[in-house]
């Protein structure tokens, strides 16, 4: 529908907010994150391990969106986010926990990256503690949510996007992997009474994959 009212109102443009997801499962190589471009192997289908449907819908839509563009001489950029994190990202949460009478905490918050990031300054900015059994080893292509705001409107309205070779995905995150444990000396930096329990190792398997990789950004 997004597509089609774009068309028909002459609009060249249309940019669709994807995730890291759509890689899957991809685990780092002795503790190292491999580093991948935008064409790197979507998630496998023959994969045993549960994928949610906000991986296979974010791809169906990546797919769509680029035979239709094809189809209109249209443009459609897709941008893909790594571990997002900021102000607001557990609002939807929060609030489906307080319709079950409960508080959004470590027990309950999913096992991803950028979800635990923001529980954590959360906390420490509520001066609140926060405890977690494992994870403080953990290696993220964490991305600020203003920097993911920035980059999506410039993918809108730049007139310096080159759609070479057929290209139409970007990849966005902090250029670098983080550990937990490097997160926790920021904040403790800028919130010494912060009060931070992380154990040591890293995060098991959460149904919804959070890919151990960091972007190539060259294409941006």
């Known amino acids: 529908h997004a597509m089609e009212a774009a068309r028909l109102n002459k609009v060249k443009r249309v ?9 899957g499962h991809v685990e780092a190589k002795n503790g190292e994150l491999p580093v991948i471009s935008e064409d790197y192997p979507k998630f496998d289908r ?9 991986t296979v819908t974010n ?21 893909r986010f790594g571990g997002t994190f ?39 900015i509520a001066g ?18 203003k920097d993911i705001a920035n980059g999506v409107v410039l993918a809108a309205l730049s ?3 080159r759609f070479s070779g057929n ?6 995150d902090g250029g670098k992997a983080i550990t937990f444990r490097e997160l926790m000396e920021a904040i403790k930096k800028h919130i010494p009474a912060a ?12 149904k919804h994959p959070d890919p151990q990789v960091v972007f190539d950004l060259s294409r941006v």
């Not at 609140?128 to 949510?145: I, M, Q």
Request: neutral net charge; charged residues 25%; contains cysteine.
């Open 15 to 23: 940019v669709f907010t994807s995730s890291h997801s759509v890689y």
């Open 46 to 54: 023959a994969e045993k391990r549960p994928l949610p449907y906000y």
């Open 59 to 79: 791809k169906m839509v990546e797919d769509f969106g680029i035979r239709f563009a094809m189809d209109f001489a249209m443009e459609f950029v897709i941008t």
């Open 86 to 124: 900021g102000p607001g990202k557990l609002e939807s949460r929060r609030r489906m926990t307080l319709q079950t009478g409960t508080e959004l905490d470590e027990t309950n918050v999913p096992r991803l990256s950028g979800n635990l990031a923001s529980l954590m300054i959360d906390h420490a």
């Open 128 to 145: 609140k503690p926060f405890r977690f059994p494992e994870g403080r080893d953990n290696k993220s292509n964490l991305v600020y949510c």
């Open 159 to 161: 007139d310096k996007i």
């Open 167 to 172: 290209h139409r995905e970007f990849h966005f």
């Open 195 to 206: 009060h931070i329990e992380m154990g040591p190792g890293w995060l098991t398997s959460d």
